[in-house]
Structure formats: structure tokens, C-alpha cells
């Protein structure tokens, strides 16, 4: 029982951390490497909101609005120029994280944050006592998962976006602004990005570095989802479960890994990943 | 290319011929420390105490009547950033001596042009163990000192005999964690579980699952400082684990970051605010007056920073000069009386120390429960005499 | 027509010695400045520099792999650690006497390839994209550097190595030890990257569709690249851990790895010598700066990279060069290769079937686009076939070329089936392929682009340029044709739309091929262009026994020189005859009459 919810929870955990990640690639077809500093920002935004002696959880909406108006001026100013050439927009948004991380640094410091927990304390799951804040995870995740499949499958930017998946120059020809598109979209992952990082900050120190240990396995976990949510909820319950059976039984460290190693031997052998079954 | 090459042999003559002093100006003291990386929280507290140390030393007339001058360089927590910080110290500056609080990685990356330099280095870290270098003295405390205390207290207060170990998968976490599980067998406890995360680790939900089956008695941690030591214990707390808890790895700063999650930890170090001596008195006063609001709070590794600077100042007034070879002689010698009580690096380059066992409050303060007079660091470098 | 080959270019065939003149003579001055530099230099500099100048060899192979082949690379830093972890670990703990010393070096060579074969193997397969062999290489230091904190005493973990026996070399000595190191492998990868061979690189980045049609084994070329380069990033870790006399994880971790990405960009990718410069110069200047500002010294540097990356994706050294070219005015003439005709293969059996196809059908998801398609084609046959748009010609002869096509049915070529077979093998079995919309190496020389077809019958030189460059006969007569014979030494991609086709069709003829797929090759050419090429084709097919599959809407021009027609509507072949009696057909007319598409 412990270890199903533990496989879950993991899961849900992962599902918050790279769904943002997952709504720029699929779109913009550009992995923004700088998510790791959005993470961070959105976790800054909770500190600098119960600083402000607001409630931990007006953290939530602030980060998404600070998040996505940050991801807006990124979009505008460093993704549109590199539409083109993808790798060198990895290249662009890791250096834009350097620039975030240092700039967050010069503004707090580089010491761990104290900020209150949004919940604390266990409650009884059958017949294990489990963390009431892993649970409320594993709810943000399926909260989090529906809206955005509403949002895909429901309104028309759902549909333009969709439109630009599956061809974009057709969708271009069908009169869809794409480049709105791109903007919208990207400020929602961006803005999805912060909002993990509020969630995070229950579970994690929170210092300017927190989001890059986040990064690595968000980013595998999209590129084995390719550009479907679905997928990527597949993803995340099968290596988050991987990682949680190795690390329980085999041995923490190669836990640790598994995520990264298991999801590029996927992705040699089959190249679209998880996104066609 | 060649531009390149001759504008930076350029530059480098010039400043070298600047920083070129004299037997008559001040005496300089490196100081390596990780401003950026891991241990940069902790680094600011580390350079005030050095300040202080030197201030007050100068204020009182400086050593051989010239004066102490400091010299910080990062070495970013790590390998690569603390060649260059010492190469920058040692050739660039021309340091007398090197004091400082770093990461493993730093000091072994630096002992080489230490070596090289012929430096005296004092490293005011405590660290794993068995670090041995000709060249350089430590005067912070090794497993031998640090964890004796707790399992002692453990055994005897809590009736603790299964121990369940956690620690980050590095030099420090494994062998304080080595040591740990020796100790506990030797006294007749037992060790229901060791397990490690990659230091960049930031999900320790199975580890805490397994540590639940597990039940121990107690739990002893040895995480790499900072964000995975918080991460461990955010995410013990909210796995509803309350058990005795001794984290080998955290400082009153870090214990006031974590806020309430921290209450109840036991930690064992040899220095806390809250030593009752009319040293750690003056030191924490002259402390706040110098720096105010902008005081670190001193800890276990600024502490010995400052401690250090002074038993160089007196190993320098011993030998008469600061000529590296005599201090090198002069420095297991001399002993001083700081905040930590009376240290004096007479055991293989080591130190003896007397050991404070504390708990967390909840007001984020640490109150001594034990105090432990003179723990031998044990053979540390049976080679060094 | 040989005596037509001293016409064909006068311009006198320029030694290879000429061309390497000036960067020997830069190096040597390089290597001299090495030697003299640590008498000057305080020992600050020398050690900082030492180091320096050897990330600055990994920049270079960093450069290699990004900037000529294309390949993101942040896996050199792993390269790079494990081979100064070999040399530690065995110092430490094993021995360091000489021989021990030389097992070193073997190992830190050794192992690096071993593990650059693996990460090749993994990153580059048929199908494999850019972006996943970037991924690849991330997760590779990432798993290094894991076993190295795992490692305890035998790596060290997070502490690192430290204290063991080292060469015995003084401060001057590792200086200069590694300045030469660099200069040695700058100049070396200098010359390889205006070699013949080093084409490649640039051909495999710029278009390995066009390299694998001319039987050249991408996959392989950056594997082999991978595996050279990571014995090349092993042995500066050799002397890393020497001359250091320490390594530490983050010797060999992801971050390191995106440090020299970020060398190389703000110096400039493809640029060899930028990357070299920024990786010392910036390098130096963070050591210098480590004390005074180590947070706003990252941010500068991370914001400059931003900025470079977005506005001068060639770096500093692009800059550079788009500054010298506005004050000197032109590029620097290009030495042109000399044209000559190739002895021919000897001719094939004219009577064997050479193209044999039975029962042919491919299908996307639901939607069938080839169904049951037979058809056999002899030597000196020319084919055409037609159809509106849509009918499924272009999917036919991409699977007459590619094998790793998921069709149904048999395709063989010359009595072998191309089943699995991936387009480089089959082109080994003797077939040619033009595209549809002309594909070349656009950042190559019209000559460059010609001698890379020639790789598979010339194995091009690792060191220099061939001064001669010989073609088929057929090859030789659509340069001239076309007049591309005065262009060779242009870039190809300034060509015309009309040029770039010939080009390709040159190249492809070049290959000398059994059998030739030609799709479309006269579209956006001119008449008289049109009808010199038709004349090449058709002597081809009928003198030199050639077969060829022609795809093409132009009924006139199919008319004229086809030996039969096939026709395919919806998928299928519907007729299959004599150019008259197909043409003639009432079918071609019905199919013609509401398409419009002629």
C-alpha cells in the first residue's frame, strides 16, 4: 500500500514539475531548457508573497501570473527569434536560466528560503499513515491534468493549438495568428512551471539552484511524451514507478538515474516514445 | 591567439609586480571559500569571523608589528573553482598563509599547489577524516569527535539500539555514515538500514518508506549541507516521522530555515551560540557590534574560521617570522582560548576539542544537552608524527 | 574524351604544400610562444593557463562535433573525466611506475572510445534526430558522474583523487605539454576540416538525406567522429590529471559539458580558432575574477551567451569575419580542384534484369498509397512514369530506395532484395536518386559538392585536397551543358534554382549508378536546358546502358525520350507500354483531362 502510493504520489509529483514543460514542447517544438528557473521563480513568488504576510497559498495564482507575464517576455524576446533552430534554443533558455538563477541569487541571496509549509501532518490511507501534502499532490495533479485537457480538447485555443501541432503551416493558411498561438501557449507553460514550483516548496529546500535538479528528468519525461499529455501521464506513473521500485529495492542512487536512463534505451528503440501507445 | 596570450602575460606581470610586497607591509592570509556553489550559504558567516579575527588582531597591534590583510577568492564549492582560487592566492596574491572552510573537493583540489607553494594551511571545515598534507592543519572536528557524542546520548537517554542511517552519496556522507555504523556496532546497537541519495537528489520518498518498515529506535543523518538537507528533512516531517532524529550535517542556520520542521533535532558540534563562556561572550558581542544587522549567525564553521586566525597569528609570533617552514613548526604549539573553549592542533595536524550535544527548539535555537570535555580526534595521520 | 579534360579547367593544380604554408607557420609561432611563454609568465598565469589551453582542446573537439557535423554535443566534459579519472584511479590505485604509467595513457585513450562507441551507437541510428543524440549526450555525464560520487575510495567520490605520483614535469613543463597538446590538435583538426574528408562533417550537417543517397553512411561518419573524438578529449584528461594533479566529479559532469558549448558559441561554432580563444580567454578571466564577483561574473557571461546565440549564431569569430570581409571586399578565392573524366566502370550485363518489383504496396496508417505495383526494368531502359499529383510516384521511388520503408511486397536490385536495407546500402547496390526539389550541400563548393558524391569510389584524403577531380563522362557533360564547369569553385547554395538541379543531377550521375531515380529532374529549367539534359539521359540509357526511372509531368518531353511509360493512378499501375501506345491510350487521356496538371 505504501509503495503504491509512494509510485503515485511520484508520479503526480513529476506529472506538476514537466507538465508545463510538455505544453511549450508540443507546440513550439523547443524544449525550454530554462524551466528549471521557472520552477524557481515560481517557489520565489510564494516567499516573497508570505513575506508580503499574504497566505502561503496566494502563492499559487501570483506564481502563475508571474510566471506566465515573465514567459511572455522571454517568448517575445529570446524564443521567437530561434523558432528555427531548436538546438540553439536549448542553448538560449539554459543561458536565460543562468541569468534568472544569478539574478535571484543577487536579490536573496543564495541561502535556503524558510517559508511555511501549506500543509502538514499525515492522515490514514487504509493501513498506512501517509504525508495529507502527497496526497493533495496526486488531487493538483488530476486538477491540474483535466483543466488542461479542457483546455486542449475544449476551446478554440485548444484547437488552434492543436492545429499547429499537427501542421503549421496549414494552420497558418487556415488564417490561425500562430505566433499568438506560440505566445499564449508558452506563457501557460511558463506560468504551469511557477505554479509546480509553489507546489514544490512543501518538499524541497527552496534556494535559487532548486529547479535544476527538476530539470533533467522533467525534460525526459517530455521528450518520451513527445506532444501528448496523455503520454506524459503514462510517462510519469511507468518511470516514476520505476524509480520508486529500484530505489526501494534496489538501491536509492540508481533510483536516482533510472528516469534519465530508462527514457533515452526507450527512446532509441522507439523514437516517438510513449506517444503512440 | 598570440594577442591574447601577450595581453594576459601582460596584465599578469603588471599585477604581480604590484601585489610583489615587501618583509615590511601586512601579512596577508588567503582565504579559499565557496561564495558560489554549495556552500555559499554558509561562506558569508566564514568571512565575517575571518574579518572580525583580523580587525581585532589589527586593532591590538597586528603581529610582529605588521598588519593581517585578507584576501577572499571563490572557490565555487568545488574541484575546478578551487584550483584557480588557490593558484589565484597562492602565485597571484602571494599569501602567507591560506585559512579556510571548504568543501572536500575544494581542499583536496588545492593541496597540490599548496604543496607546490609551500603554504601553511589551516582548514577550519570539520570533514570526514584522514586528510593529511604536510602543509596543512585542521583545527574543526572529524566522525571520532562528532559522533561518539550522539549514539553515546542515544544509547543512554533514549534506550536507542536500531539505528536507521541516511545520508547524500558523497565523501562526507558516506564516511561520516561509515563511521557512524562502526561506532553503533561497537557499542552494541544495530544498523537496520543505510541508504543514500545522489547528492542532487531531491525525492527521498522511497527512502523514507523503507526507513517506516524499517522501524528504528533513532535516525541518523549525513546529507551534503544546505537544499538536500532541508529537502530530507521537509520531506521527513511530512512523512509523519518523529522519531529521535541526530542530523551529522546541520548548523543552527540551516536548523532556522527549516522553521518547524527542525524542532527536535539533535545535532553535535563544537560550537553553538549558546556556550556559556565569557569567550563566546566577547567574540558574540564583538561579533553583532561589528557587523550589526548584517551578522551571519556565527556557527560551526565560522567559528573555527576565526580561531584560526588568531593561533596563525600566534604560531607567526612563536616562529618570530612568516616563513613557512618555522611556522609549519610552531603551529601544533601554540594554543588559544576562543569561543569553542582552548584548541591547540597538537594531534597529527588535528585537534582535540570539547563537543556540545544540542537540540533544536522551537523557536529555531539550539539548547546544549551535553557538553563533552577534550573528544580526541583520534589517529587521523599516524604518518604526519 | 580525355583530351576534352585539359579544357575543361586551366587553372594549374596548386600543391598541397602551398595550402598548409600558412597555418604551419601560424603554429609553429604558436608553439614557439608556448615555449617561451612560461619564462615570462608568473607562475599564476602559467598554472591557470595550462589549464586553460587544455579546455580549450576539448572546445576544439566541442567545435568539431557542434559546429562542422552539427551535433550538440555536452557528453566531451565526460569524455574528458573519465580519461583523467582512468589516469588517476590507476595512479592511485594500482601504481605509477613507468610502465603503469604508459597503461595509463592506454586506458585513458581506451576507455573514452569504448564509452564514445556506446553514446554513438545510442545517439545516431536510422531515424535518429538531432535532438535526441543532445539528449543522449546529457544524460551521459549525468550517469558518469553518478558512479563517480558512488565510486568510494576507488574514484574518491565527491572529494576527488588526489596526491598521487604525476609525470615529472616542473609548472613550465605541463605549460608547455599543453600548449602544444592544443596547438597539435587545433592545426590537426584545422586541416582535417579543409581536407576532403573533412567535408563530410559539413555534408553530414548539412543534408544527410543528400549523403545517405550518395552511399555515404552518416551514422557511421558521426560515430567514428564520436569515437575519435572521445579518445582525443580522453588523453587531455590524461594530461589534465596530470598536470593538475587532482580530478574531481566535476571534471566530468553536464555542467562542464555546457561550459564548453558556451565557449564555443561566444567564440564561434565552426570557427576552430574562436572557440580555442574564448575558451582560454574566458577561462583566464574567470580565475582572475573568482574573488571579486563570482555571481555577477555568471550572469554577465550567461547574458552574453543569450545575446550571441540569438544575434550571432557564429559567435565572435563570425563577427570577425563578416568585419574583414566588408574591409577586404571579397571572400578569399577557394582553391578549385582540376576536372577530369574517371576511368568507367566496367559495363554490366545488359541482358540481367535489373529492377524487379512484385507486389509493392505501402500504406500511411489507414490511407494506401502504393498497392500491388509489378514492374521490371532491364539495362538501357528509360521509364517513365507518370500520373497526376497525388498518384503515388514520389512514395514509389522512395521505396526503390530506401529499404527501412515499411512497405509490402519485393524490391530487389539485381537480383538482391533492399528489404531493411537504409538508403546509403542501397545506393551501394548501384541505384542513384534525385529529389524532387534539388538537394545539395548548400555551404560547400559546387567541386566540394561533386567530390562527395565520389566518396564511396575515391576514399577522400583526411589531410588534404585532391588537386584533381575526376567524374564520369556523364557528369562531366552536364557541368559543361550547363555551364556549371566555370563555377566550381562558387558555393553552391549561391547557385541558381536551374544550377542546383544540375548539380544534383551531376552528382548523382557521378555516383555512377546502375539504375537512376529522377524526380523531376527538369522542373524550373529552361527549354534548351531541358533539352540537353534529355539528350545526356538518353544517351545514357541507350549507349552506355544505363537504366533509368524517370518521374515527370511534362508529357512532351516524357514523349521524347522514354523507352516506355508506366502509368499509376490512385496507387496503382494502370498501364505499363511503348511511349505511343500509352500516350495514345484512352485512360492517359481521362486521367489528364481533369487534372489540368501537364
Same mark, same amino acid.
Given at each position: ?13 513529476l506529472? !506538476? /514539475?514537466? @507538465? ?10 523547443? &524544449?525550454? +531548457?530554462?524551466? %528549471? #528557473?521557472? $520552477? ?6 510564494? !516567499? /516573497?508573497? @508570505? ?10 495564482? &501570483?506564481? +502563475?501570473?508571474? %510566471? #506566465?507575464? $515573465? ?9 521567437r ?22 539574478l ?41 491534468g483535466a ?29 490561425i495568428d ?9 506563457m ?41 499529455y ?12 520505476v ?7 534496489v ?27 | ?21 615587501a ?6 592570509i ?7 556553489g554549495a ?32 584576501e ?35 581542499r583536496?583540489?588545492g ?8 603554504v ?24 571520532e ?6 549514539i ?9 539500539k ?17 563511521f ?32 517506516k ?17 532541508v ?55 564583538a561579533?553583532s ?13 565560522s ?21 613557512p ?10 594554543s ?7 584548541i ?15 537540540q ?15 573528544v ?10 | ?12 593544380g ?53 559546429g562542422?557535423t ?11 573525466g ?115 574528408a ?33 579518445g ?35 567564440g ?45 549564431p557564429?559567435g ?9 570581409l ?15 573524366v ?14 524487379k518489383?512484385s ?20 539495362p ?30 519485393v ?5 538482391q532484395s ?20 534539388a ?90 536546358e ?21 518521374v ?24 505499363d ?22
Amino acid at each position: 500500500m505504501l509503495l503504491l502510493l509512494d509510485i503515485l504520489t511520484t508520479a503526480a509529483i513529476l506529472f !506538476v /514539475v514537466s @507538465v508545463g514543460l510538455l505544453a511549450i514542447f508540443g507546440v513550439l517544438k523547443i &524544449i525550454n +531548457f530554462a524551466h %528549471g #528557473a521557472w $520552477l524557481t521563480i515560481g517557489a520565489y513568488c510564494a !516567499v /516573497v508573497a @508570505v513575506k508580503m504576510g499574504l497566505n502561503p497559498w496566494a502563492g499559487l495564482p &501570483i506564481a +502563475f501570473v508571474v %510566471g #506566465a507575464l $515573465l514567459g511572455g517576455i522571454a517568448e517575445l524576446l529570446i524564443i521567437r527569434p530561434l523558432y528555427r533552430r531548436p538546438l540553439d534554443a536549448i542553448l538560449a533558455t539554459w543561458g536565460l536560466g543562468i541569468v534568472i538563477g544569478q539574478l535571484i541569487t543577487l536579490e536573496f541571496g543564495r541561502d535556503v528560503q524558510l517559508i511555511p509549509n501549506l500543509m502538514s501532518g499525515t492522515i490514514r490511507v487504509l493501513s498506512v499513515d501517509y504525508s495529507v501534502y502527497r496526497l493533495f499532490v496526486l488531487l493538483a495533479a488530476l486538477v491540474i491534468g483535466a483543466l488542461f485537457a479542457l483546455t486542449i480538447e475544449g476551446t478554440r485555443l485548444g484547437l488552434a493549438a492543436r492545429a499547429v501541432i499537427m501542421n503549421e503551416t496549414l494552420a497558418r493558411s487556415l488564417g490561425i495568428d500562430t505566433d499568438r498561438v506560440r505566445l499564449v501557449i508558452f506563457m501557460i507553460g511558463a506560468g504551469l512551471a511557477a505554479l509546480a514550483g509553489v507546489l514544490l516548496t512543501p518538499l524541497t529546500s527552496v534556494d535559487p539552484n532548486m529547479g535544476v535538479a527538476w530539470l533533467i528528468g522533467a525534460f525526459m519525461l517530455v521528450m518520451v511524451a513527445d506532444t501528448s499529455y496523455l503520454a506524459l501521464a503514462a510517462a510519469c506513473i511507468v518511470f516514476g514507478g520505476v524509480q520508486v521500485l529500484v530505489s526501494t529495492f534496489v538501491s536509492p542512487v540508481l533510483g536516482g538515474i533510472s528516469i534519465a536512463v530508462l527514457a533515452a534505451l526507450v527512446l532509441r528503440i522507439n523514437s516517438r516514445g510513449f506517444s503512440r501507445a | 591567439m598570440t594577442a591574447k596570450l601577450f595581453a594576459a602575460s601582460a596584465v599578469t606581470l603588471l599585477l604581480a609586480t604590484v601585489a610583489h610586497a615587501a618583509d615590511s607591509g601586512p601579512i596577508v592570509i588567503g582565504v579559499p571559500v565557496g561564495l558560489s556553489g554549495a556552500n555559499s550559504v554558509v561562506a558569508p558567516s566564514v568571512v565575517q569571523e575571518a574579518q572580525l579575527a583580523v580587525d581585532e588582531i589589527n586593532a591590538a597591534g597586528g603581529v610582529l608589528g605588521r598588519k593581517l590583510q585578507l584576501e577572499v577568492a571563490d572557490d565555487a564549492s568545488g574541484a575546478a573553482g578551487a584550483q584557480k582560487a588557490f593558484d589565484s592566492l597562492i602565485y597571484q596574491k602571494k599569501v602567507d598563509a591560506l585559512i579556510s572552510m571548504e568543501t572536500s573537493a575544494a581542499r583536496n583540489a588545492g593541496l597540490p599547489a599548496v604543496g607546490k607553494g609551500h603554504v601553511p594551511y589551516i582548514y577550519t571545515s570539520f570533514y570526514e577524516g584522514h586528510s593529511c598534507n604536510k602543509y596543512m592543519y585542521v583545527d574543526a572536528w572529524v566522525p571520532e569527535q562528532q559522533v561518539p557524542p550522539i549514539i553515546d546520548n542515544f544509547v543512554k537517554d533514549k534506550g536507542a539500539k536500531t539505528y536507521f542511517l541516511i545520508g547524500s552519496d558523497y565523501a562526507f556522507g558516506r564516511g561520516m555514515l561509515g563511521f557512524t555504523r562502526k561506532y553503533i556496532e561497537k557499542v552494541g546497537g544495530k544498523v537496520v538500514g543505510e541508504e543514500y541519495l545522489p547528492m542532487d537528489g531531491a525525492d527521498w520518498t522511497p527512502i523514507l518508506s523503507k526507513l517506516k518498515d524499517a522501524k528504528p529506535d533513532a535516525i541518523i543523518t549525513s546529507t551534503a549541507g544546505g537544499a538536500p538537507n532541508v529537502t530530507l528533512t521537509k520531506q521527513m516531517r511530512a512523512a509523519g516521522i518523529n522519531l529521535p532524529y541526530a542530523n551529522l550535517a546541520v548548523d543552527e542556520g540551516t536548523a532556522k530555515s527549516m522553521g518547524s520542521d527542525a524542532t527536535g533535532i539533535y545535532l553535535s558540534a563544537s560550537y553553538v551560540t549558546g556556550i556559556d563562556s565569557p569567550e563566546n561572550k566577547k567574540f558574540l558581542d564583538a561579533a553583532s557590534k561589528k557587523f550589526g544587522a548584517d551578522l551571519k549567525t556565527p556557527n560551526d564553521l565560522s567559528v573555527p574560521e576565526y580561531e584560526a586566525v588568531y593561533l596563525y597569528k600566534l604560531a607567526v609570533e612563536k616562529a618570530g617570522s612568516t616563513d613557512p617552514a618555522k611556522v609549519i613548526e610552531s603551529l601544533p604549539t601554540v594554543s588559544f582560548t576562543g569561543p569553542r573553549g582552548e584548541i591547540k592542533m597538537d594531534k597529527e595536524h588535528h585537534a582535540p576539542l570539547t563537543m556540545y550535544l544540542g537540540q533544536v527548539q522551537s523557536d529555531g535555537t539550539v539548547k546544549v544537552a551535553a557538553t563533552f570535555k577534550d573528544v580526541d580526534p583520534g589517529d587521523q595521520c599516524p604518518n604526519l608524527k | 574524351m580525355p583530351e576534352d579534360a585539359a579544357l575543361l579547367d586551366d587553372r594549374p593544380g596548386w600543391g598541397i604544400a602551398s595550402e598548409w604554408r600558412a597555418p604551419a607557420a601560424a603554429a609553429a609561432g604558436a608553439a614557439l610562444i608556448v615555449w617561451i611563454a612560461p619564462l615570462v609568465l608568473g607562475a599564476f598565469a602559467a598554472n591557470v593557463l595550462t589549464r586553460s589551453m587544455l579546455y580549450a582542446t576539448l572546445a576544439v573537439t566541442v567545435d568539431l562535433l557542434w559546429g562542422f557535423t552539427g551535433i550538440l554535443t555536452f557528453g566531451q566534459a565526460a569524455f574528458f573525466g573519465v580519461g583523467a579519472y582512468a589516469t588517476a584511479m590507476t595512479m592511485t590505485s594500482i601504481g605509477s611506475t613507468p610502465a603503469w604509467m604508459a597503461a595509463a595513457l592506454a586506458l585513458a585513450i581506451v576507455v573514452p572510445m569504448v564509452l564514445g562507441l556506446v553514446v554513438g551507437w545510442l545517439s545516431f541510428y536510422p531515424g535518429s534526430t538531432p535532438l535526441y543524440a543532445s539528449v543522449i549526450s546529457l544524460v551521459f555525464p549525468i550517469v558518469v558522474t553518478q558512479l563517480v560520487y558512488s565510486g568510494g575510495l576507488l574514484t574518491g567520490s565527491s572529494s576527488g583523487l588526489v596526491g598521487y605520483d604525476t609525470l615529472p614535469l616542473e609548472l613550465e613543463g605541463f605549460f608547455r605539454l599543453s600548449g602544444i597538446v592544443m596547438i597539435a590538435v587545433t592545426l590537426a583538426a584545422w586541416v582535417f576540416v579543409r581536407s576532403d574528408a573533412g567535408k563530410l562533417l559539413v555534408a553530414v550537417r548539412d543534408n544527410d538525406v543528400r549523403c545517405a543517397y550518395l552511399g555515404i553512411s552518416t551514422k557511421r561518419i558521426q560515430i567514428i567522429l564520436m569515437v575519435a573524438l572521445a579518445g582525443v578529449a580522453g588523453f587531455t584528461g590524461f594530461i589534465f590529471a596530470h598536470a593538475s594533479g587532482v580530478v574531481a566529479p566535476e571534471n566530468t559532469g553536464f555542467l562542464f559539458g555546457t561550459q564548453l558549448v558556451i565557449w564555443v558559441a561566444l567564440g564561434g561554432r565552426g570557427s576552430l580558432i574562436g572557440s580555442v580563444c574564448a575558451a582560454v580567454a574566458i577561462d583566464y578571466l574567470s580565475a582572475s575574477l573568482s574573488g571579486d564577483l563570482p555571481f555577477l561574473w555568471q550572469l554577465v557571461l550567461g547574458a552574453a551567451f543569450v545575446i550571441i546565440i540569438i544575434f550571432l549564431p557564429d559567435g565572435i569569430a563570425g563577427l570577425a569575419r563578416t568585419a574583414s570581409l566588408a574591409i577586404s571586399g571579397s571572400l578569399r578565392q577557394t582553391r578549385v580542384s582540376r576536372v577530369t573524366v574517371a576511368v568507367p566502370r566496367t559495363a554490366a550485363d545488359r541482358r540481367a534484369t535489373l529492377l524487379k518489383v512484385s507486389g509493392l504496396a505501402r500504406s500511411f496508417g489507414s490511407l494506401s498509397v502504393l498497392e500491388n505495383i509489378n514492374l521490371e526494368i532491364r539495362p538501357g531502359e528509360l521509364v517513365s512514369i507518370v500520373g497526376p499529383n497525388g498518384a503515388g510516384k514520389t512514395t514509389l521511388i522512395r521505396c526503390l530506395s530506401d529499404g527501412s520503408e515499411p512497405f509490402k511486397g519485393v524490391v530487389e536490385i539485381a537480383g538482391q532484395s533492399i528489404r531493411g536495407l537504409t538508403p546509403d546500402s542501397v545506393v551501394a547496390l548501384g541505384v542513384g536518386r534525385k529529389f524532387q526539389v534539388a538537394s545539395i550541400f548548400e555551404s560547400l563548393t559546387v567541386a566540394e559538392c561533386l567530390r562527395l558524391a565520389r566518396t564511396t569510389s575515391e576514399t577522400p584524403s583526411g589531410i588534404g585536397s585532391a588537386p584533381i577531380l575526376s567524374l564520369p563522362v556523364a557528369s562531366v557533360e552536364i557541368l559543361r551543358l550547363t555551364g556549371l564547369i566555370d563555377l566550381t569553385g562558387s558555393p553552391a547554395g549561391l547557385l541558381s534554382h536551374g544550377m542546383k538541379q544540375a548539380l544534383e543531377l551531376a552528382m548523382v550521375l557521378a555516383l555512377e549508378p546502375r539504375l537512376i531515380l529522377l524526380d523531376e529532374p527538369t522542373a524550373g529549367l529552361t527549354n534548351t536546358e531541358r533539352a540537353t539534359i534529355g539528350a545526356v539521359l538518353r544517351h545514357l540509357t541507350e549507349e552506355a546502358g544505363y537504366a533509368i526511372i524517370l518521374v515527370e509531368h511534362d508529357l512532351d518531353f516524357v514523349r521524347e525520350i522514354s523507352s516506355r511509360i508506366v502509368v499509376l493512378h490512385q496507387g496503382r499501375l494502370v498501364l505499363d507500354g511503348a511511349v505511343d501506345d500509352v500516350v495514345n491510350s484512352e485512360m492517359v487521356r481521362t486521367i489528364y483531362s481533369g487534372g489540368g496538371h501537364v
